[in-house]
């Protein structure tokens, strides 16, 4: 069974406008998540965290919002940009000493 | 610093060979980590090496994996006999004490044929 789950498979947004990835996690015990973006022939690499005493967190263009009471969080970028294009992994910090990681979401931006 | 490094970057084998997959972690980092990546399942976890002594092995899918870690810069990743449903990207990742995220290898894409 997914503990973390990311339902799009993919996302298209146009050049400009904002990009929304959303993953959702079962296990309340999760307390630390991760956004990790990857490009195609490279490993994914970190892109924003949020512990879960926050609801969100901001790096420039990119925002992570977290609803625990809906164990929802939801990375947004804004504007997005043809660069952005990648496969975006939600991950989920527990009591054991491991990352969970979410399926991906590959999001297209198209200039 | 030269990250995470694997070896091969591809790797071409036939059903029933064995594969060896190599990682060389992150001076310093404790924990080293196997994931294997594939469309349906995302990024699932293998098996994951704390000082070197294997700590969680129950994502290796069945006795045809093996992981070993000899010592603190080098791990490997055995699959005998492969088989054409182990086709995937592999990644090692490496992570600090105490850090919350992990550095990743460029991975290495198999295929069984």
């Known amino acids: 069974d997914q503990q973390v789950k990311q339902n799009s498979p993919s996302l298209s947004v146009q050049e400009g406008r904002i990009s929304i990835l959303n993953c959702d996690y079962t296990n309340s015990m999760f307390d630390y998540f991760l956004w990790y973006k990857k490009y195609p022939a490279e490993g994914p690499t970190f892109l924003i965290s949020i512990s879960s005493i926050k609801d969100k967190n901001e790096d420039g263009r990119f925002t992570v919002f977290l609803n625990k009471s809906a164990k929802h969080l939801s990375l947004h970028i804004v504007p997005s940009q043809p660069g952005d294009s990648a496969v975006y992994f939600c991950a989920a910090w527990g009591s054991a000493r491991q990352l969970t990681f979410g399926s991906g979401t590959q999001l297209t931006v198209l200039p | 610093d030269a990250g995470v490094i694997q070896s091969p970057r591809h790797e071409v084998t036939e059903m029933g060979q064995e594969v060896t997959l190599r990682c060389k972690p992150i001076?310093?980092?404790?924990?080293l980590f196997w994931y294997r990546q594939t469309m349906m399942r995302g990024l699932e976890l293998l098996i994951y090496?704390?000082?070197?002594?294997?700590?969680?092995d129950s994502g290796m899918p069945e006795d045809r994996f093996s992981a070993k870690m000899p010592n603190a810069s080098f791990s490997t990743l055995k699959i005998q006999p492969s088989e054409p449903r182990d086709s995937a990207v592999y990644f090692c990742?490496?992570?600090?004490?105490?850090?919350?995220?992990?550095?990743f290898g460029s991975g290495t894409r198999l295929t069984v044929v």
């Open positions: 001076s310093g980092h404790d924990y």
């Open positions: 090496f704390n000082n070197n002594v294997p700590i969680d």
């Open positions: 990742a490496s992570s600090r004490p105490r850090a919350y995220g992990y550095t």
